[in-house]
C-alpha cells in the first residue's frame, strides 16, 4: 500500500522501478528516495528498497536510514532535487523540464510535522 502511494509522485514511480529492476538510481537517488519514503515506509521496507541498488550493501543502506532518521531530514524540494541531479549520472527526476514532476509535496501527503518544521525554518525558528 505505502509503496503504490509513493508512486503517485511520478520521480519516486521512476526511483522504485528503477530499484525493482536492480539497477543504480546513484547517491542522490538513494539520499532522495530514503528522505521522501522514509515517512511511507517502515526502516525494514525503506532499507531493503535500498538495498536492491547494486551500487550500497546492507550495512550502507542502514547507515542512510539512520543517517536520514537521526537529521530529520525533510524531503527535498524540487529545485534541491535538480541541483543534485547535476552531481551524478542517473536522472534523479525523469523530465527536469516538467514543471509539476519532482516536487513530491505536490504529488504526495506527508505527516502534518512536515509541514509543520517547514514552517517554523521559513519563520526562522
Not at 52 to 68: N, T, W, Y
Amino acid at each position: 500500500m505505502a509503496i503504490q502511494e509513493l508512486q503517485n509522485e511520478p520521480m519516486m514511480a521512476h526511483l522504485i522501478a528503477t530499484l525493482d529492476s536492480g539497477h543504480s538510481v546513484g547517491h542522490y537517488g538513494r539520499l532522495v528516495f530514503a528522505m521522501v519514503a522514509r515517512h511511507f515506509l517502515n526502516r525494514e521496507e525503506l532499507t531493503a528498497y535500498l538495498e536492491k541498488d547494486p551500487e550500497i550493501d546492507p550495512e550502507r543502506a542502514e547507515s542512510l536510514v539512520q543517517q536520514v532518521e537521526s537529521r530529520d531530514y525533510n524531503p527535498p524540494k524540487r529545485e534541491r532535487i535538480l541541483e543534485w541531479m547535476q552531481r551524478q549520472e542517473f536522472p534523479v527526476c525523469p523530465d527536469p523540464n516538467d514543471p509539476g514532476q519532482c516536487n513530491v509535496y505536490r504529488n504526495l501527503e506527508f505527516p502534518k510535522e512536515v509541514y509543520e518544521k517547514i514552517e517554523a525554518f521559513q519563520r526562522g525558528n
